[in-house]
């Protein structure tokens, strides 16, 4: 079965720092998605970036990037000049490509952001 | 505006009773998704449903119930065979197509009395 670890059950950061959350997963899959998604107070979950497993290049939205390790199932999360609305629940998931679409979920980062 | 909706979005029921929690979605997806979330966790699936009268199970359906009898509609029942039913549950959508992501409604919080 696939899980997905976050080690860090929070961080926190200086507004405009950056900051890198962790996330491990293992899969004997070769074939497969890795997202990021953020759960602000509201509670609605946000898709922040997502990688394909099979493309080297890590993906990146703005101020936020990935560092996809494939060989070590490891995929970390940027901030760059981190923002006060960037303070949520961060989650790593996991969706293989092919077959039913469910993901798998680490269990959550919370960032607070200092100003 | 094209989107998931969740009602409602607080529910409170007494030990023992049944309760259903509503999930619409006009994004014409094929497929929806039943999560539920525990503080300190992350979701975890209940049941999904990928195609109108046909639903699988997730990691944790014991205790639940579903049914999608339109393409619009996946209600989630708790039944009393929860044994702890209180959570914050989040219903999903996507197209049936590779790399297509999820979206999200705003969630029901339950609360068993």
């Known amino acids: 079965a696939q899980t997905v670890t976050q080690s860090q059950p929070e961080m926190s950061v200086q507004e405009a720092e950056t900051v890198t959350l962790s996330c491990t997963y293992d899969t004997s899959e070769s074939d497969y998605y890795l997202f990021w998604y953020k759960q602000p107070p509201s509670r609605q979950m946000i898709l922040v970036i997502r990688?394909?497993?099979?493309?080297?290049q890590n993906a990146t939205e703005n101020r936020f990037s990935v560092n996809f390790q494939k060989a070590a199932k490891s995929f970390s999360l940027k901030i760059s000049d981190s923002q006060l609305g960037d303070a949520a629940m961060y989650f790593c998931a996991y969706r293989l490509i092919q077959g039913a679409q469910k993901l798998v979920f680490g269990q959550g980062t919370r960032l607070t952001i200092n100003p | 505006d094209g989107g998931i909706t969740q009602s409602p979005k607080y529910l409170f029921r007494k030990e023992g009773q049944n309760v259903t929690l509503s999930c619409e979605q006009n994004l014409n997806h094929d497929a929806m998704y039943w999560y539920r979330q525990d503080p300190g966790q992350g979701l975890r699936l209940i049941y999904y449903?990928?195609?109108?009268?046909?639903?699988q199970k997730g990691d944790i359906a014991e205790g639940y119930s579903v049914s999608r009898e339109k393409k619009e509609s996946f209600p989630l029942t708790v039944t009393s065979a929860q044994k702890n039913p209180t959570a914050f549950y989040l219903c999903a959508s996507s197209i049936v197509l590779s790399g297509t992501k999820q979206y999200f409604g705003p969630g029901t919080r339950l609360t068993v009395l």
């Open positions: 990688q394909e497993a099979y493309k080297q």
């Open positions: 449903s990928q195609i109108v009268n046909d639903f």
